[in-house]
């Protein structure tokens, strides 16, 4: 399985334990096994600043060590589509700090993802990535969901054109999102369903709990309760990771779990 989250036979062992890693909320730990090449190698250094802004997604900590990986992954781009990448992180990063409260940068999240844009090809390999995280600007940030829509879309034919899976994931997850506001719970039961698919398919751990609650929302009982208890006990196990989720759930992680964690 690659960075991506897409399946491989001749995945190359590291990126294998890198990607095992980082499934089961170990960020620091994966971000690690990097170290040694993203200190001269830009796809593996923009990997690494992948992870630790993850890591700051699901948990809000981190923010320092996400900010000094990307400053390391910028310095090391050396044409339009490392730069383009690199500046599609910073948008994210600048995203996930705005939207979590930790600090408004939403014009920064907004000015990076503009110059990734411009610096990534049409057909470059991260435009369905970029086209993603425009949407979810547009989502949670500007709350237009008709631009939202339309980039998830395209980042959506993108992610299937291309086999990442792990991207999938998420587009299938945010349609769903707008599908249910929009008052469209069949549509979005099924774009819960498909992501929720995806994710245990891929042994995508920490993923796993939300993409339950999101399906549970658009179920009836007893299965919507089955869904949130098999959430809950995922939260508890990955030590209360996302920790965005724990309002709900009823019961908080148990403490030996999450010190160890």
Known sequence: MSGSGTTADDEPPLLTAVWRLRSRACWTDAAALLGPSAATDPAAALQRTTLLTERCLYTTEGWTDAEEALRA???????????????????????????LGIRDRADEASVALSRAAALLAPDAPGRPLLDFRRGLIAQNIARAPDSARAAFRRAHAGATARGDALLLSFTW????????????????RHGFAESLRIREELGYLVGTAPALISLAE?????????????????????GGVPTWLAPLLDEPPEPEVAAAN
Do not use: I, K, M, W
Request: charged share 25%.
């Open 173 to 188: 997850r945010h349609l769903a999102s707008l599908a249910l506001s929009e008052g469209n719970p069949t549509e979005a």
């Open 73 to 99: 992954a910028e310095a090391l781009a050396r044409d339009n589509a490392e730069r383009g990448a690199a500046a599609c992180e910073r948008g994210y990063l600048a995203y996930a700090s705005t939207l």
């Open 218 to 238: 658009t179920e009836t009982e007893p299965v919507a309760t089955r869904l949130r208890a098999e959430a809950g006990r995922l939260f508890r196990l990955l």
